[in-house]
């Protein structure tokens, strides 16, 4: 299955984005969003040991909602010989993603929104040996997720495995939650205090990037500031993906605000 919205990282870097320095827009993201997930990396390490256990060292990958491809480069640094797919909606992390990638005929990379019930049609392959993501479907409400949760268990292969990196509430401790968050933010607060970066100062720089303001300006169209979302529970996520196809499902790591939830098919 081929489809024009399918671009090779060999092709898709326009012109007016050659100039960027792909490496540097890369730290930066990744400064910022660990500024609120300063554990992200050991979920990227987990996640990544789950692939190898369960799936093996040469995956055939679906970044799903890969931003700037955060999960691809971890992949590959990994296991060189997985392939990769990296699908988004935002204009401007995939060109940062499509220039990291240039030239590199492992990924490939899709635009497309997973609210649409039809996005799999635009992917170049059928069936995937892991489904990943992370910090990203948050971003969408209980029932569209429970959708998208049932086109991902159609795209995996049996066997297979689907893994989610992302803040999932439990509502039953609030007390918890409570003093957990209050924390967390008390820690950014003082990382801010020494100068790190947050998501809308983050955006305010990528738009005065010669290579990236356009994109910036059309994800803001998209988005707005960012998409209203809801972050269920580990047991939420479970149970909607064994509904929906997976023989499988549970976390392996949390932190005290986020989950890695894996699901086996
Ligand atoms: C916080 S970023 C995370 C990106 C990457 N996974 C990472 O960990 O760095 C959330 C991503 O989800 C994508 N996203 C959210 N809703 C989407 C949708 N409906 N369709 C496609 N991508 C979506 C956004 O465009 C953005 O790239």
């Known amino acids: ?17 050659a100039g960027a320095d792909w490496q540097a827009w890369q730290h930066s993201w990744d400064r910022q969003q660990e500024w609120y997930m300063p554990d992200r990396e050991d979920r990227f390490r987990i996640m990544l040991d789950m692939v190898e256990a369960l799936v093996g060292p040469a995956p055939r990958v679906l970044d799903l909602a ?12 990994r296991f060189p010989e997985a392939t990769s797919t990296g699908v988004d909606l935002d204009p401007a992390l995939l060109a940062i993603a499509e220039g990291t990638f240039a030239g590199d005929e492992r990924v490939s990379f899709v635009t497309a929104d997973l609210k649409d019930p039809d996005w799999p049609s635009k992917l170049p392959y059928d069936a995937y040996d892991a489904v990943l993501t992370a ?14 949760y049932g086109r991902v268990a159609e795209l995996v292969r049996d066997g297979g495995v689907f893994m989610n990196a992302d803040h999932m509430i439990d509502d039953t401790t609030p007390r918890i939650n409570a003093a957990e968050r209050a924390q967390r933010h008390a820690r950014m607060d003082a990382a801010k205090g020494e100068g790190a970066l947050d998501w809308s100062e983050w955006w305010q720089l990528a738009a005065k990037d010669p290579a990236l303001a356009g994109p910036t300006a059309r994800r803001f169209e998209i988005y707005g500031e960012h998409a209203d979302g809801e972050m269920p529970s580990a047991a939420w996520h479970a149970r909607v993906l064994r509904e929906k196809g997976f023989g499988e499902a549970r976390p392996v790591w949390c932190s005290p605000s986020d989950t890695l939830l894996l699901a086996v098919k």
């Open 1 to 17: 299955m081929t489809n024009a919205d399918t671009t090779t990282a060999t092709t898709t870097t326009t012109t007016a984005a």
């Open 66 to 77: 890969c931003g700037t491809g955060t999960i691809t480069a971890r992949l590959l640094a």
């Open 135 to 148: 910090t990203a479907l948050h971003w969408l409400h209980a029932e569209p997720l429970a959708d998208l």
